[in-house]
């Protein structure tokens, strides 16, 4: 398993080694050992799957109590990535990291607790998988504003994104909850 860097040192954007022919392809998305050598010793409750068209922002999603480390990944179509540390004694507190991932590159990427996270569909569609360290719990969860100036996210638009209510109705960085 590759860690490339992203602009978050805690972060990681991961490419695993893909075993392919002509007959397709094998690699190993997810293998406890191999991710606790990379520092990520996590352990994951939920698996959930989304599928999006093209211009859907979903996001910056996190939840206040039980916060979720992520590990994320594109299984058919391309989409930017977004994780906001929202934790308020990180020196990174604030700090945005964005990548592509996709279904032709297997990258994925582990966004630790205490994050916001989200991300708008570049393609025709995507499907997106995650992994997560906590359950889903709709009563902590919290919506940071997906284009907050004061972030400074260079979402590759193409016109208005596709937004739920939810997404619509999220605050800016300065008024959100954050985590101690």
């Not at 893909?18 to 007959?23: E, I, P």
């Amino acid at each position: 398993m590759q860690v490339i860097a992203t602009q978050h040192p805690e972060v990681l954007l991961l490419r695993p080694k893909v075993f392919g022919d002509a007959r397709g392809f094998f690699f190993e998305s997810y293998n406890r050992q191999v991710f606790a050598s990379l520092g990520i010793n996590a352990e994951f409750v939920q698996d959930n799957h989304s599928r999006s068209a093209q211009g859907v922002l979903r996001g910056l999603h996190y939840q206040i109590s039980q916060p979720q480390g992520k590990l994320v990944r594109v299984v058919e179509g391309e989409v930017f990535d977004v994780a906001v540390d929202l934790r308020r004694g990180s020196p990174h507190f604030g700090c945005v990291a964005s990548f592509r991932l996709s279904a032709e590159t297997h990258d994925m990427a582990w966004i630790p607790p205490g994050f916001a996270h989200g991300f708008q569909v570049l393609s025709g569609h995507a499907e997106f998988l995650y992994k997560t360290t906590d359950y889903y719990a709709p009563e902590f969860e919290r919506c940071l504003l997906w284009n907050d100036p004061a972030l400074g996210i260079d979402w590759p638009l193409d016109g208005a994104p596709l937004l739920s209510v939810k997404d619509q109705a999220g605050l800016p960085l300065a008024e959100c909850e954050v985590f101690a």
